[in-house]
């Protein structure tokens, strides 16, 4: 028996090389090794206000650069979470389950509200959703960048409490797996900042559908420091973020990296690494344009993908209405 793999991603645009190093490949990577479950979170992505044109255009959106990215059904079961309702019904248990002090210690949740002058109930209640995604099909893995591993910690947290409470294993507990390298791409204008879909600065994130000059405009401007050598060192934010995106897309070990860059300038390495993410995201862009002309056929599949999901999430929420007492 495969394990089984489960993640998901807001629908919420600009999604950008961060999710796509931190998250998408990895998935893409692993698709023969495991039975594997992703979905395009859109109970999620209303947790904050958002325009329902803008909603609808942006699942089909994602989940088109999903496939592109090479995610292929007869691997993956790709598709929408509210096309599935057990995953409400079972945020709402477990929103139940889960003390309040739990989800107040969230720092996502922190930043979120901080920002945000008339912030939601679900906003709050984010992650026991996110838990609910993932214990529906009793996952093993969660493949994740590091952002997302204080809400897979809590997820365990809230299965092995309701595993305690009713004194049963009715919940399987998962793994966070969290990419060695690029686990977290920092923001190119502002590189102590993680790149965040909702920062909307110009130069902040490479997008997956920019084209090469915007990626040549982005890394350009991308933020250093006043030093010469080109060195992995977390102390210096820019430098380091633009080798780690380096890193990522030609896959070579740091030493070669330096020695490569060894005696060269700034310039050489935005100019290397302009070219590496250029040709890096071609194969994504040049699928993602023949997908898009095909709405229908994107739709079809996503349906297909709530048929195959559909059976395991009732059963494990059935179960857990019988543990539990309910009905
Ligand atoms: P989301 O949509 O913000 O991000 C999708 C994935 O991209 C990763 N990521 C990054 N990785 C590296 N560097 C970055 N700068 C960066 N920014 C984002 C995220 O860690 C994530 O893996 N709550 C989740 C979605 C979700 C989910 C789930 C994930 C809902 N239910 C169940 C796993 C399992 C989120 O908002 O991801």
Known sequence: MKKRVLSGIQPTGNIHIGNYIGAIRQWVDSQDKYDNIFCIVDLHA???????????????????LLFAAGITPE??????????????????IITC??????????TQFKEKSSNAENFSVGLF????????????????????????????????????????????DI?????????????????????????????????????????????????????????REIRFNEERHGVNNLLTIYEAFTKMSRPDIESHFAGKGYGDLKKELTEVVIEGLRPLQTRYHELASD??????????????????????????HKTIGLG
Request: aromatic share 4%; charged share 25%.
């Open 97 to 106: 389950m889960t003390p309040w002090g739990w989800l107040h210690r969230m």
């Open 46 to 64: 209303i947790t904050v206000p958002i325009e329902p044109k803008q909603l609808k255009h942006t699942i089909r959106q994602l989940a088109t």
């Open 295 to 320: 709405k229908k056929h994107v739709d079809l599949l996503l349906a297909e993908g709530a048929d195959k999901v559909r059976a395991t999430a009732n059963r494990t929420l059935r179960r857990v």
């Open 75 to 92: 691997k993956s079961a790709l598709f929408v979470q509210s096309h599935v309702s057990e995953h409400a019904e079972m945020a709402w």
């Open 171 to 227: 919940l399987k507990i998962p793994q966070a797996v969290i990419p060695e390298v690029g686990s977290r791409i920092m923001g190119l204008d502002d590189p102590t900042k993680k790149m965040s879909k909702s920062e909307d600065t110009a130069n902040h994130a490479i997008h997956l559908l920019d084209t090469p000059d915007v990626i040549r405009r982005k890394i350009k401007r991308a933020t250093t420091d006043s030093f």
């Open 125 to 168: 209640a984010y992650p026991a959703l996110m838990a609910a995604d993932i214990l529906l099909y009793d996952s093993d893995l969660v493949p994740v960048g590091e952002d997302q591993k204080q809400h897979l910690e809590l997820t365990r947290d809230i299965a092995q409490r309701i595993n305690a409470l009713y004194g049963k």
